[in-house]
């Protein structure tokens, strides 16, 4: 079992940065393919960005490109989305997720790829 523990979320006025930050524990983080989610209210969890379990292949949905970035570092357990240029539409519960096995190819973009998930934190964009 992977234990995941989101924070760094917030009230944040359009144009503005956040970075949220996942602490991971249990398991050999290392060894998951990590991703990150988010949930609008009266929204399904969609897909923002997700990292490889050696942290060489990144993947971001095409709303967030080029404003987020996704990063892990190995031997503090985390994993980080750096969010610029927000927008009220980035507004959401924002969830880490590690993949549901280890050492598996990355790609997955559907959250029922993944078998464990933090708790999220809300980002709130003011207009």
């Known amino acids: 079992q992977v234990q995941l523990a989101e924070s760094g979320g917030g009230l944040v006025q359009a144009g503005g940065s956040l970075r949220l930050s996942c602490a991971a524990s249990g398991r050999t983080f290392s060894n998951y393919n990590m991703g990150w989610f988010r949930q609008a209210p009266g929204k399904e969890r969609e897909f923002v960005s997700a990292?490889?379990?050696?942290?060489?292949?990144?993947d971001y949905a095409d709303s967030v490109k080029g404003r987020f970035t996704i990063s892990r570092d190995n031997a503090k357990n985390t994993v980080t989305l750096q969010m610029n240029s927000l927008q009220p539409e980035d507004t959401a519960v924002y969830y880490c997720?590690?993949?549901?096995?280890?050492?598996?190819?990355?790609?997955?973009?559907?959250?029922?790829?993944?078998?464990?998930w933090g708790q999220g934190t809300q980002v709130t964009v003011s207009s």
């Open positions: 997720a590690a993949d549901r096995l280890p050492l598996r190819p990355p790609g997955s973009r559907r959250a029922d790829g993944y078998g464990h």
């Open positions: 990292i490889s379990w050696r942290g060489g292949a990144t």
